[in-house]
């Protein structure tokens, strides 16, 4: 059989955007699995797959349109029910009560409630029924991030990377918390393996340069951070920190200026409140918990307060920012 025949099938094709989005390429999973849902629309296959890359993507309204035509098209199927919320994931369950992946979706959606040893149940429930799967193990360590219980937390992230090492968010997770135990060059080659993964990651590329800069490696942070600047001019947590560094090496007129754009980019920014004064900031910055910008540095929040010496800040908000 003709090779582009084979490539170009359904099944194919399937493969294609499951591996897209065990990646994290969310954007190439959706336009792949979008396709092969107008192509073969009487199948559910993948559809679970492409509800939460539009959802990973914040395309509510393809979202809402998806999940209107699988649950009245297809009700009795576990994946229709999977596109849309917490009661009906549970409905997916109560149809497939071995489909893991509604477990791990419901999961996360209750991890947003804060219902914390629920989603913790529902990730376990999945893990029995797949011990492999390595979202329900993420967000288990992401139950324990939220609980502060960050050596149980970081076990079950290095679980799941163990059985997926390209996805860059988990990557940059278990980053974090090198970083929270002080240990900054271990937590700088995972960043430097998910950009091996993927150079154009902005949102790597700042948590690098934030890395960086808690490392006093100024220069290089610099670097970093123009890089970021020119491929993503909009994103005022870049001019933010550029501030803060400049100030740092002693240059006052670039650090001001810095700050200035910084206000001009998001005004009501808390970290804004005082800038050049005092080179400080008391909030979440651009892109709060989770709501991602369009560069997507948004990710990783906003800078925190700055202590008396404007030489650290902490990372308040990071360990709620990814899913699986």
Known sequence: MDRKVIANSSMARLLLGRTCF???EYGECRTILDELHKRRPWRVEGTELLSTSLW????????SALAQTLTSENRERAESWCAAAIECMERAIQLDKRFAYAYTLLAHELI?????DKAAGAFKSALLL???DYRAWYGLGLVHLKKEQNSVAQTNIQKAISINPTNRAMLCTLSNLEQQ??????ALKLIDKALELNPTDLACRFNRARLLYEAKRNDECLVELNRLK??????AVVFHLLARVHRRMGSSHLSLLNYSWAAELDPRSDQNLGGGSNGGG???GTGGSGAATSSGIGNFGGLSRDDEDDEEYDDDDDDGQYSA
């Open 230 to 235: 020119a491929s993503s001019p909009d994103e």
């Open 181 to 186: 135990r002080g240990k900054s060059e271990k």
């Open 56 to 63: 990973h993507l914040q395309d509510t309204h393809g979202l």
């Open 22 to 24: 065990e990646q994290g």
């Open 112 to 116: 947003v409630q804060d219902e914390l």
């Open 130 to 132: 797949s011990p492999r």
């Open 282 to 284: 008391n909030g979440s």
